[in-house]
């Protein structure tokens, strides 16, 4: 399966989506697109819905961007997590601190 991850802007916030497998092999790139796109905008959403599998370097990128975005008094949510990125997150209870969405619409009104 072909992985990757596209940025495009929507207003203030800009929408970074996911897809495939996020492991080790290419978790830095995930890591590197969420940081850069924290020196464009203020909000960063990652839409999450087309990944059929992460590992615990995935959840550290995405938990990196998190950080960044607090310290930064920035805005950050996930986007519609596929089943196995919502299962991963519910087992490290991090469905409890990451702001997950399921579109940039409810993102934006929370």
């Known amino acids: 399966m072909?992985?990757?991850?596209?940025?495009?802007?929507?207003?203030?916030w800009a929408v970074l989506r996911v897809w495939g497998e996020v492991d080790l092999s290419w978790s830095q790139d995930?890591?590197?697109?969420?940081?850069?796109?924290f020196a464009k905008v203020r909000a960063l959403a990652v839409q999450l819905?087309?990944?059929?599998?992460?590992?615990?370097?995935?959840?550290?990128a995405l938990v990196e961007g998190f950080q960044h975005a607090r310290g930064?008094?920035?805005?950050?949510?996930?986007?519609?997590?596929?089943?196995?990125?919502r299962a991963v997150l519910e087992l490290a209870r991090l469905d409890r601190v990451f702001p997950i969405y399921a579109d940039l619409e409810a993102?934006?009104?929370?």
């Open 107 to 110: 993102a934006r009104a929370a």
């Open 30 to 37: 995930v890591r590197r697109q969420v940081l850069d796109a």
């Open 2 to 12: 072909s992985k990757g991850c596209e940025l495009h802007r929507d207003g203030d």
């Open 49 to 60: 819905d087309a990944v059929s599998y992460i590992d615990s370097s995935g959840i550290a």
């Open 72 to 85: 930064k008094g920035g805005r950050f949510a996930l986007l519609a997590p596929s089943e196995p990125v």
